[in-house]
């Protein structure tokens, strides 16, 4: 990536953007325009452009009126189409900049309107297996069973969006009239899979990204997707199955009694290290709970339930929250943060024997029947006989297998860094699907592998500089909570990462804002961790707290190689 000085690129940005809006959208999106605005076949490298796949038509969508452009391209040397879709804003509203959004589970993102807001084309592309009509990649993982489809793999797991903004970037350029050194700013933003998808441009494309936001990534694919199965094999394996209302008692009991450890009773639990060290959930037991009946077309899927929390009910929850381990006590992956739901631990209720049973949630079991035994099934039938070895044993094959797709864990981010990137990472504290922790392992694994050298506050401040991390008080997975509805969300992310890499403002904190509650409206500034936030004097403040942060570094030596 060419590099400009900061007043330099805003005035080259400045000139490109009053040279794109000299023209009309009308004049700009056709067929003869798109296609020798495509970067010349042998400039892009493995790349073959097809110009007569080229279609332009204008649209409109809330944010304005808009270019659609459809073109593909093959692998150099095969026949494998991969079709690509483009959003270009009015050229009046074009301010220099490309922007890429993420997905969600098994998806790559298919909308093109994303960036129009912010006055960015915006791309999405069919990886060449169909993700822009819906085909996910868990439906085409497998060519039979037995046999992977690596090249899917490949492109859903970096390759597809790197070579979509590889591609898009030259042709916005070409597209508004702009010279090959007038400044494109181009920015990510995804949370969950679109998190992960996110870290992978960073990982592996770090020079074509100015700006990137993303939020609890699924990292380690591994031990992430299989670890959805821990919760269930922890009552399996326990003997006891708690009834669902029994799991949300305890629950919402810890956040109740951790609440004030931050200093404000608000029903957000903004300190679970605070909780975790001094917090004893046994004494919940005996506590009453009830939930009323639900039901679906008529069928009851969860009944009435009443009664108090039990010993077991506890053990069973500690065990979750504690993480998996192997027979030998050797720890293989972290778990969710004390006082988050225990969604992968709902049992199931059968109405024929009005008994509850544990669970095989799809989330692992699918990826456990299709991504590591390769059979071409939705999810496993049974966990019987599955033990905590048994996990740690599927975490490593998938680890192994996928090291270089999927796991999406590579620590040196020095091209990123170099080339001027700047990246705000966040995780809801309370997330219920991909452990907090798990964003707190990779940012020091970075951290480590950047700057060996220097003591762990002078690798924070060099840190700080280009990669922030914040934890969101009370959040669930990629959303407010609402078991903890007071708690604060980030909302403002891409006009805060925008403001630090067009204007230089490196945030001190991140915008968040509470939506819900007797706290609603107001905006609190999450803290950059390590730092931890305490209620004072009327206000939130950022304090140090060596031992709370220590409740989030975590080891895995059940592991014979290093686990980023």
């Known amino acids: 990536m060419r590099q400009y000085p900061?007043?330099?690129?805003?005035?080259?940005?400045?000139?490109?953007?009053?040279?794109?809006?000299?023209?009309?959208?009308?004049?700009?999106?056709?067929?003869?325009?798109?296609?020798?605005?495509?970067?010349?076949?042998?400039t892009l490298l493995g790349i073959d452009l097809l110009p007569s796949s080229v279609m332009a038509k204008t649209a409109n969508s809330t944010s304005g009126e808009y270019c659609d452009v459809s073109v593909s391209y093959v692998h150099t040397g095969t026949s494998d189409e991969v079709a690509l879709n483009y959003g270009f804003p009015s050229p009046d509203a074009f301010k220099a900049r490309f922007y890429v959004a993420g997905g969600f589970g098994y998806t790559l993102n298919t909308g093109i309107t994303g960036g129009l807001e912010y006055g960015a084309v915006s791309g999405a592309t069919d990886a060449g297996y169909g993700a822009l009509t819906g085909t996910t990649i868990d439906e085409v993982n497998l060519l039979g069973n037995g046999?992977?489809?690596?090249?899917?793999?490949?492109?859903?797991?970096?390759?597809?969006?790197?070579?979509?903004?590889?591609?898009?970037?030259?042709?916005?350029?070409?597209?508004?009239?702009?010279?090959?050194?007038?400044?494109?700013?181009?920015?990510?933003?995804?949370?969950?899979?679109?998190?992960?998808?996110?870290?992978?441009?960073?990982?592996?494309?770090?020079?074509?990204?100015?700006?990137?936001?993303?939020?609890?990534?699924?990292?380690?694919?591994?031990?992430?997707?299989?670890?959805?199965?821990?919760?269930?094999?922890?009552?399996?394996?326990?003997?006891?199955?708690?009834?669902?209302?029994?799991?949300?008692?305890?629950?919402?009991?810890?956040?109740?009694?951790?609440?004030?450890?931050?200093?404000?009773?608000?029903?957000?639990?903004?300190?679970?290290?605070?909780?975790?060290?001094?917090?004893?959930?046994?004494?919940?037991?005996?506590?009453?709970?009830?939930?009323?009946?639900?039901?679906?077309?008529?069928?009851?899927?969860?009944?009435?339930?009443?009664?108090?929390?039990?010993?077991?009910?506890?053990?069973?929850?500690?065990?979750?929250y504690d993480g998996l381990f192997n027979s030998q006590g050797e720890r293989a992956y972290i778990s969710y943060r004390i006082g988050s739901s225990f969604t992968d631990g709902e049992a199931t209720y059968n109405n024929a024997t009005r008994t509850w049973g544990v669970t095989v949630t799809s989330t692992g079991g699918e990826f456990v029947a299709r991504f590591i035994e390769l059979l071409d099934i939705d999810n496993l039938e049974t966990i019987d006989g599955v033990t905590y070895d048994t996990l740690v044993s599927w975490m490593d094959k998938a680890m192994v297998r996928y090291m270089d797709t999927l796991q999406t864990t590579i620590p040196d981010l020095t091209t990123f860094q170099s080339s001027g990137g700047k990246m705000i990472h966040y995780h809801g504290e309370s997330d219920q699907s991909i452990p907090t922790a798990s964003s707190v392992h990779y940012w020091q694994s970075v951290k480590n592998i950047m700057y060996p050298n220097l003591s762990d506050a002078k690798a924070m401040e060099r840190m700080k500089e280009w990669y922030q991390l914040y934890l969101v008080p009370g959040a669930a997975h990629c959303a407010s909570n609402s078991i903890q509805p007071n708690g604060p969300y980030p909302y403002d992310n891409m006009n805060t990462i925008i403001q630090w890499v067009e204007n230089g403002v490196q945030p001190t904190g991140l915008n968040a804002t509470v939506t819900q509650g007797k706290y609603s409206g107001e905006v609190q500034t999450l803290c950059q961790f390590p730092y931890r936030p305490m209620w004072k004097n009327g206000a939130w403040k950022c304090e140090t707290d060596a031992k709370g942060a220590e409740t989030f570094y975590y080891t895995f030596p059940a592991f014979k190689v290093p686990v980023f």
């Open 6 to 42: 900061g007043v330099a690129a805003a005035g080259l940005a400045l000139a490109a953007t009053v040279h794109a809006a000299s023209s009309s959208l009308a004049s700009l999106c056709t067929v003869a325009n798109v296609r020798s605005a495509l970067p010349v076949n042998g």
């Open 147 to 320: 046999t992977i489809n690596w090249d899917s793999i490949f492109m859903f797991a970096y390759q597809a969006l790197g070579e979509m903004t590889t591609i898009g970037k030259p042709l916005t350029r070409g597209f508004y009239g702009l010279d090959d050194d007038s400044k494109l700013y181009t920015y990510y933003e995804g949370c969950s899979d679109g998190g992960r998808q996110g870290m992978s441009q960073v990982q592996r494309y770090g020079d074509e990204y100015d700006g990137v936001v993303v939020g609890a990534p699924a990292f380690r694919y591994g031990q992430q997707q299989v670890n959805h199965l821990f919760s269930s094999v922890v009552e399996q394996t326990l003997d006891y199955i708690p009834p669902t209302c029994e799991l949300a008692k305890i629950a919402n009991a810890t956040i109740s009694a951790c609440d004030h450890l931050d200093g404000r009773k608000d029903g957000v639990l903004s300190r679970s290290d605070l909780c975790m060290l001094e917090f004893d959930m046994t004494s919940i037991i005996g506590e009453s709970y009830h939930c009323d009946a639900s039901t679906s077309s008529t069928v009851i899927t969860t009944p009435e339930q009443s009664g108090k929390v039990t010993a077991e009910g506890v053990a069973v929850a500690q065990a979750v």
